[in-house]
């Protein structure tokens, strides 16, 4: 069995801020990060958050494949900024759409998190423990970032995406290739907002509390780098694997990470950039 993608929906909050309103943040310009970035356009959640971002969109992908929560057997979500580390975002979504049959639970894996998420949905259908899932990413990044940094404030957006797998016994074309480099780990780093060691003694809370940065921190060239030169190769081993040659292929939607990192990779791989669609323009990298 494999899953179908029988349904889709996605949330924005209402809040759009443009290059030039953040400007008054940082040393920036609307072409300097048009240029850099491809962004002109971000989405902030102001009243909204993570969870309440993941079941808008989750009622919407429900209601497109004409399906009733209740039919639901699991909920994943995955997102790296979570409102909450307990209850998970999945539970939070199981209540506000009344999917009181579905098992529930997030997964992080930052900006590969929807298709870990996808990969781990279609291996529990395959093994046969679920048939109807949820499968939501969602992010509320603008609180995890510094707006005084200019390498990383004007890259981020808010959102939710979702997607309902239905399983079927027709054997529908999947592949996948997928892989992590803990040694990189340093590249990109966000601590937990809640971290503090353990103290003995009041009179030395103070002292003990771990003061490192909860903000996003990013070393962009080693995130570019890396990016130009392991995305297209994965891309190249998923066709390999599936046997199919790179001219057939119609699309190739990418994480919306950066408009430079997608065109390198267009062009590493010989493939005309309008085979690339982008929407990073409008809504900045949403990570998961």
Request: proline share 3%; aromatic share 8%.
């Amino acid at each position: 069995m494999t899953g179908r993608i029988c349904g889709t929906g996605s949330y924005i909050p209402p809040r759009v801020l443009t290059n030039q309103e953040l400007t008054a943040f940082v040393e920036t310009s609307d072409e300097w990060i048009r240029e850099r970035t491809g962004v002109a356009r971000r989405h902030l959640a102001e009243e909204d958050t993570t969870a309440v971002m993941a079941a808008k969109a989750g009622i919407r992908a429900l209601a497109d494949a004409g399906m009733n929560a209740a039919e639901l057997d699991l909920i994943l979500v995955s997102t790296m900024s979570p409102d909450r580390l307990c209850p998970s975002t999945a539970c939070e979504v199981q209540r506000s759409l009344g999917a009181k049959n579905a098992v529930c639970f997030d997964l992080n894996a930052a900006c590969t998190g929807f298709l870990f998420a996808y990969m781990t949905a279609q291996a529990y259908i395959r093994m046969g423990l679920y048939w109807k899932i949820l499968l939501i990413g969602a992010e509320s990044l603008s609180n995890l970032v510094d707006w005084t940094d200019r390498g990383t404030c004007i890259l981020f957006g808010d959102g939710a995406g979702a997607v309902v797998l239905c399983a079927e016994n027709e054997q529908r074309l999947f592949g996948c290739a997928a892989h992590s480099d803990g040694e990189r780990s340093e590249a990109i780093i966000c601590n937990s907002r809640n971290q503090k060691k353990y103290t003995a003694s009041k009179e030395s809370e103070t002292e003990a509390e771990n003061t490192a940065p909860t903000y996003i921190r990013m070393d962009g060239r080693a995130v570019f780098q890396f990016a130009v030169k392991e995305v297209p190769e994965v891309i190249k081993e998923v066709l390999q694997k599936t046997n199919i040659p790179i001219e057939e292929i119609e699309w190739f939607v990418l994480h919306q990470a950066n408009r430079r990192i997608v065109e390198a990779a267009a062009r590493r791989l010989g493939v005309g950039i309008d085979r690339f669609p982008m929407n990073l323009e409008e809504y900045g990298n949403t990570s998961a």
